[in-house]
């Protein structure tokens, strides 16, 4: 369900009209979704969620205007962000996940896991492409030192680095923190750790505070960032 009682409304900015077609095609026959607008460019998808307040962007990374990765910094902290693209590169995997991106998803990807993204969102969960969550895991268990890659192939980029939390987390938080690296629910936490559902988001919430992340795709982000530093 939406921020209220109604559906989740679903703005859809790309390009391409075929492609925000059939995502309006997928997305309206669902019975907790309706599309409530589409943007042709990065910036009308600014300009159109401010208005309309959406509790969902779905942003193609290359548009006029303002890119994806912009619409995803400007928009985060208002709406939750799912960057869908045909480009499968990592150096916008990692960007759109430090700008508060909510998913990352692949056009290729499929109707089923677009709706899943949009539920998984609006629950406080993350999607992002299998393809792409097992390229970025296996880069990390990568030692530090990697060859260039070729002029003008796609860069297996390594994350940006980030400070340090400002206060050391807790043993209970890093216990979360790493179920949500191994890609365990709120739901999954509390049963594991035997919390209520509200206590998890508290410890998210301290965790998130405490390493600067935007959300649940930072805090992972982190620890794989802190299991690479290992290697």
Known sequence: MGSGTGPVRILIADDQADVRSAFRMILDVQPDMVVVAEAADGAAAVQEARRLRPDVVLADIRMPKLDGLEV?????DQCKVIVVTTFDLDEYVHTAL???????????????????????????DALISPQITVRLLRHMALPA????????????????????????????????AELVADGATNAEIGAGLFISPGTVKNHLANIQRKIGARNRVGIAAWIWEQAAGRQ
């Open 72 to 76: 995803t910094r400007q928009l985060a």
């Open 98 to 124: 430090r700008h508060g991106a909510a998913g990352f998803l692949l056009k290729r990807s499929g109707p089923v896991l677009l709706i899943e993204a949009v539920r998984a969102a609006m629950a406080g």
């Open 145 to 176: 030192a990697e060859p260039e890659p070729e002029p003008g192939r796609g860069a297996k980029a390594a994350l940006p680095p980030t400070a340090g939390p400002t206060e050391e987390l807790t043993t209970r938080e890093r216990e979360i």
